[in-house]
């Protein structure tokens, strides 16, 4: 326990003293801890089950995890059981837009299905990020056409693995003017 104290202790020093943080893991009695579990101590495991589920969202710490929870459980129960619906929801009935891979309620998404925008304009992005990030700007007037990511041989990811074929495909099939 003194050297958990003292690795605590060092860990606190040099975050005051915006020193770079060694590893938050540390060896005691041929197990691995992390620091963090250490002194989070959970009186249910229900409580500790949900922590480490929110915890598993990108940007989303045990810390920030434990807030949100603790914000569930003061809410009255319809409005927690209407959450988490809303979410199986809309994982279970979200579709992709069969022209742009667009996320979408139908079969073609709002944007594909929208007589306003210039159809011949293909906006070719990476992911559904970029799409929100334009439509954000409302300079854009054209569709999309959603690839699913970039090209990354170390990551094993190659043009079979993108929706490229389908964008070649639907070139071909429309009369685009501009991509």
């Known amino acids: 326990m003194i050297k ?34 250490l002194f989070m101590q959970f009186s249910s495991s229900l409580l500790e089950n949900a922590v480490n589920e929110f915890a598993k969202l990108p940007g989303i710490g045990k810390k920030t995890a434990l807030r949100m929870v603790l914000h569930l ?10 959450f988490s619906e ?5 994982r279970r009935d979200i579709k992709f837009c ?3 891979h667009n996320v979408s309620d139908a079969d073609i998404c709002s944007i594909c299905s929208n007589s306003m ?11 559904l990020r970029d799409v929100i990030a334009i439509e954000n700007t409302q300079q854009f007037s054209g569709t999309y056409h959603i690839l699913g990511g970039v090209i990354s041989p170390l990551d094993g990811i190659g043009p079979d693995q993108l929706q490229i074929e389908s964008l070649i495909q639907r070139i071909k099939k ?4 501009e991509l």
């Open 4 to 37: 958990i104290i003292r690795i605590f202790m060092q860990f606190t020093t040099s975050y005051l003293l915006n020193k770079p943080v060694f590893n938050f893991t540390i060896l005691l009695k041929q197990r691995t801890f992390n620091l963090l579990n």
């Open 117 to 127: 925008r210039n159809q011949n304009v293909i906006c070719v992005v990476e992911t």
């Open 98 to 100: 069969q022209r742009c």
């Open 174 to 177: 429309e009369q685009t003017e």
């Open 73 to 82: 459980l003061k809410q009255d129960e319809e409005t927690t059981e209407n």
């Open 86 to 90: 809303t979410i199986a929801r809309m």
